[in-house]
């Protein structure tokens, strides 16, 4: 068994894109070692900035002869096929072996030796290796088919046991010699294999295993910070990054000025994390004037110069900041709000303070609609027209990431409220998944109208997502109004919000076109069908994001599509949760069974009964029906018929017994549905079980006596009528 | 701190051009025109395109109306210099040529900490991109380095390196001083401010304040049509000329603040089309000569 040795060297790799070049180089390695029946021990990849090594343990020295058998036409078959298998084999026909009339072509493939398979696969790896942005570069790239790498390669190294594995790549021939540190090795090393590989070059300066670089990152900043008393804040990613940008990783702890700490530590740790790739540091949790930089070279005098450099650069960089911070005070937000009727949001959505103008009447909406409790309206509206004002200011000009946070700062420096300036810094929340959900009414309130505007108004303009497009984020603004929705348990009626947040947007246009185009605006934009779109794009996030509770998405079906439901989320979810208890016991399972029953029976024999007495022509607003003062007594009375149907006949035992049944559970369930327990609802449910299963076991249903056949058919109506007022079971699967 | 015991800015510029000389680069002067970057210099961006060999060095001053702080601000300025090297085909061994240079102006890499951090370059204006990284000092950046894969929507063939000095912060950071007008200009003391920050102090108020914009309005319409012009000619360099002034008037608009943020993209996008235009015409009216001479190339 033989260890293989590969090295590719080259330019820097960007550090980015070294996990993924490991694990690409691993892939390719045992892509190309299986197409070739070479079985491969432990494999190893290691990366820094300028080489990717791959050892690979364990190699046999030549792989095993094979067999291999295709079977071919008949005997019997015409000249052709005869003649297409021979041309497919590249064999003549004696070579052929007759088995029972068939052909087959039996061709023994000798082993080969490794070694030889090695000088194959290197440049095959190196020519489809999947670098996210690679290059050409020298004289080869007079020619656009030149090798690709993502900058140029310089080197490989590639050794089977000790001997090499001669291949050439583009101009590159492989050898024995590498090179050491850039700066503290010079000329050439030569290594003898697998097992002097990570030793030599370690000897000159080179810690070719990434994972042993970031532990010395992480522990080194760690200890240059507590030596001085602090503690380094934890960032992982930078670990990674700077063991990318290292071969000699030497963490140095520098001093920043301390006036500079009046500047916000977010812009601090920003500023030196991302343009400087420095760790920041604390005493007793707050942010200490210090850094932590990470260093390629063991300087002669310690580091000093390294770090006086770096702390020059930052000083100039915290300068930039703690500029910005001083002009964009001098201006109150709402004067830097002016600027944004220079920003476009989007050419038919007008301007940013377009925007803002409808979410700060939506915010007070919600706050004095009383769906947002204890949101102050004054407090909501004001925090909605300042929230997006830091947008021009010089500080989010240059980060853009401090968004929010700097306008509350802002805030809170001119002296406005508490809840004002903290809705101004949270109203992006949540950003993403596992992002904190705002919970303050007033930031609760400003977050909710900012989200739902951009929804509907991109909704209205017809810039829906489709498959994986979403340019304007909409999925991520509904899943975030669906989370601040549930961790205050805000009742909103989504398709009343739709309805408002498309008014705001009316209003607007009246001011912009003239009455003749607005009233063609109006019929185009906002026909009826976005106030169903909505509510339904709102469900399909809901289902993406209750899967991972694990709620059952044909569950959320069974609710959300109800006809008699108010279009709202907590409280439906609620029932949601309770139907999938329900479901999960025997009385649900069996339940479903008997409404299965019951639904295919009124199918089959066609039985619209009294359902089919109101005309639907899916158009109507499913509220009227409920709400409209002139149909109330005409459904009172469909109900009461419903409920006694006053039968010409003595019902048998089970039927009596069902019809009870059903007396006692439907107000029940009515009653609890009203007070939103779902449980006793489901408990309602729960109580028809019995009695409809004995009802399918001794009644028959298609009787001979027609008015039995039709009260009976009704009564299943009923049942099935009964389970909708809980749940559209239709939906349920299984 | 004692400027004078160092060399001054203009010794690291001649030490530059000595060394890069000697590696064979032709040193050529500043391009006579107002521009954003020395890549814009034709030795850059039209020597880039085509087959034949090409190594340059010049110092390009540099025009950034909107970066002025009538020289208030120690690191910021609407006027600078870059030192541009550029060598096509990209030879093997450019970052150790390049690390050389700095060694030789005193930058000594086992003292500071010399790194090649990502940096992709890209301009939209002349449709071009290249890879490679900002050359870090001690966390500084210092220099720009790139291997061209595309200028004018065109694929290098070959590729060329180029190599972007930011001489004032090099000579900040070789000199130690803080404030680029306390910078030794000559070695004897002769201050940058001394050269320049009464420049800067008038640049800025006229970039920011005084500009006339209906007439900066008219100038990038007339380079435009000038630029047009000259194509209709089939003149590439005096086209791609008008684009260079096109793009600086497009600067100083911006800097008088009356470009909206709707109109910028716009402005841009003609820019481009004058530059990329330019670079068309400039390989039309090569290509026949550069196909006989470079068989491969055509391939």
Avoid at chain 1, 489 to 501: F, I, S, V
Avoid at chain 2, 20 to 28: D, E, N, T
Avoid at chain 2, 173 to 183: E, G
Wanted: charged fraction near 25%.
């Amino acid at each position: 068994m033989t260890d293989f040795l590969l090295e590719l060297r080259c330019e820097e790799i960007p550090a980015r894109m070294q996990a993924g070049a490991r694990k690409d180089l691993g892939k390719l390695f045992g892509k190309e070692m299986q197409a070739a029946g070479v079985p491969v021990g432990a494999v190893m990849v290691w990366s820094t900035p300028r080489r990717l090594a791959l050892i690979a343990r364990d190699l046999p020295e030549s792989t095993e002869s094979v067999r291999e058998e295709t079977k071919g036409p008949r005997t019997s078959a015409p000249p052709q096929a005869l003649e297409g298998f021979l041309r497919k084999t590249g064999l003549t026909q004696d070579q052929l072996e007759d088995r029972d009339g068939v052909y087959f072509a039996v061709v023994e493939k000798p082993g080969r030796p490794v070694r030889d398979v090695l000088a194959e696969a290197i440049p095959a790896i190196v020519r489809a290796f999947p670098w996210p942005k690679s290059m050409r570069w020298g004289d080869a790239s007079l020619s656009t088919e030149s090798l690709r790498w993502v900058r140029p390669l310089s080197g490989i190294v590639a050794i089977f046991g000790e001997d090499l594995v001669e291949c050439t790549v583009g101009e590159i021939e492989s050898g024995y010699a590498t090179l050491g540190h850039r700066f503290h090795h010079e000329g050439p090393i030569t290594i003898g294999g697998a097992d002097d590989y990570q030793g030599k070059l370690r000897a000159c300066h080179v810690i070719v295993d990434h994972a042993e670089r970031e532990a010395m990152i992480r522990e080194g900043a760690t200890r240059a910070a507590a030596e001085v008393g602090l503690e380094l804040v934890p960032d992982e990613g930078l670990v990674i990054e700077n063991a990318g940008l290292t071969e000699w990783p030497v963490p140095l702890l520098g001093r920043f000025d301390v006036e500079f700490l009046e500047v916000p530590p977010e812009v601090i740790q920003l500023t030196a994390r991302t343009n400087q790739k420095y760790f920041v540091c604390e005493k007793d949790g707050k942010l200490a004037n210090a850094f932590v930089c990470t260093a390629n070279i063991g300087a002669p005098d310690g580091g000093e110069a390294i770090v006086a450099g770096n702390r020059k650069v930052l000083a100039a960089r915290l300068s930039d900041a703690r500029f910005f911070w001083e002009q964009d005070r001098k201006k109150a937000l709402d004067q830097h709000a002016e600027g944004l009727k220079r920003i476009t949001f989007h050419e038919k959505l007008g301007t940013v303070a377009d925007k803002v103008e409808r979410v700060a009447k939506l915010a007070r909406w919600l706050a004095e609609e009383g769906i947002v409790q204890g949101a102050n309206p004054g407090l909501a509206e004001q925090a909605a027209r300042l929230a997006k004002a830091d947008l021009v200011t010089e500080m989010v000009g240059e980060f853009p990431e401090l968004q929010g946070l700097m306008g509350g700062y802002y805030a809170r420096a001119e002296g406005l409220p508490d809840e004002v300036a903290g809705a101004i810094r949270d109203h992006y929340k949540p950003v993403g998944q596992g992002d904190d959900v705002p919970t303050a009414p007033v930031t609760v309130a400003v977050s909710l109208a900012d989200k739902l505007d951009t929804l509907v108004s991109f909704f209205v303009i017809k810039e829906r997502p489709t498959g994986s497009r979403d340019p304007f984020a909409l999925r991520r603004a509904a899943l975030g109004i669906i989370e601040i929705i549930l961790r205050s348990g805000l009742r909103l009626e989504l398709d009343y919000a739709t309805y408002r947040a498309g008014q705001m947007l009316k209003q607007q246009m009246e001011g912009v076109l003239p009455a003749e185009q607005h009233y063609d605006w109006i019929r185009e934009n906002l026909p009826a069908e976005l106030f169903l779109a909505v509510p339904e794009f709102f469900v399909d996030r809901l289902k993406v994001q209750q899967r991972e509770a694990g709620v059952r998405h044909d569950l959320i079906d069974a609710v959300f599509k109800l006809e008699e439901r108010k279009d709202e989320i907590v409280g439906n979810l609620a029932r949601v949760h309770a139907l999938q208890n329900f479901v999960g016991t025997e009385d649900g399972t069996n339940l479903l069974a008997a409404y299965k029953r019951a639904a295919n029976i009124l199918k089959k024999e066609n039985w619209e009964g009294h359902e089919a007495e109101v005309a639907r022509t899916g158009e109507e607003d499913p509220l009227a029906l409920v709400d409209d003062p002139d149909l109330a007594p005409i459904i009172a009375a469909k109900m009461a018929e419903r409920k006694a149907p006053g039968l010409s006949y003595t019902p048998d035992a089970a039927e009596e017994a069902l019809i009870e049944a059903l007396d006692a559970a439907e107000p029940k369930a009515a009653a609890a549905i009203e007070t939103e327990d779902f449980e006793t609802a489901m408990a309602a449910l729960a109580s028809l079980r019995a009695p409809i299963d004995r009802f399918f076991e001794e009644v028959t249903v298609n009787a001979e006596d027609q008015s039995k056949r039709a009260a009976r058919l009704g009564l299943l109506a009923r049942f099935r009528a009964a389970v909708h007022k809980v749940a559209d079971f239709s939906h349920i699967e299984g | 701190m004692n400027g004078t015991s160092r060399p001054g800015f203009q010794q690291m510029i001649l030490t530059l051009h000595d060394y890069w000389s000697r590696q064979g680069c032709l040193i050529l002067q500043p391009y006579d025109m107002r521009m954003g970057a020395g890549t814009f210099h034709t030795a850059t961006t039209l020597r880039a395109l085509g087959p034949e060999p090409w190594n340059a060095a010049f110092v390009q001053p540099c025009r950034r109306p909107t970066d002025g702080r009538y020289g208030e601000n120690p690191n910021r300025l609407q006027h600078y210099y870059q030192y541009q090297v550029i060598l096509k085909p990209s030879p093997p061994d450019l970052q150790e040529l390049y690390l050389k240079s700095l060694e030789l102006i005193g930058i000594d890499p086992l003292k500071h900490d010399i790194r090649f951090v990502e940096d992709d370059w890209e301009s939209p204006t002349l449709g071009a991109w290249g890879l490679g990284w900002e050359v870090w000092c001690d966390g500084m950046e210092v220099t720009q380095f790139t291997y061209f894969q595309q200028m004018g929507g065109f694929d290098c063939k070959p590729v060329a390196g180029e190599l972007t000095y930011g001489l004032e912060r090099l000579a900040m950071y070789i000199q130690n001083v803080d404030s680029v007008y306390d910078l030794d200009f000559d070695g004897r003391g002769t201050t940058y401010g001394h050269v320049f920050l009464e420049n800067e102090r008038q640049m800025s108020a006229w970039n920011f304040e005084v500009a006339d914009t209906d007439a900066l309005f008219d100038l990038f319409n007339k380079a435009e049509a000038e630029c047009r012009n000259a194509l209709d000619a089939n003149l590439p360099i005096p086209a791609y000329e008008q684009a260079v002034e096109a793009s600086h008037i497009f600067n100083l608009l911006q800097a008088r603040g009356v470009i909206s943020v709707q109109e910028r993209a716009s402005y841009m996008g003609r820019v481009r089309d004058l530059a990329r235009g330019s670079c068309e015409a400039y390989m039309a009216r090569e290509s026949d000569r550069w196909a006989r001479d470079f068989p491969e190339w055509a391939a």
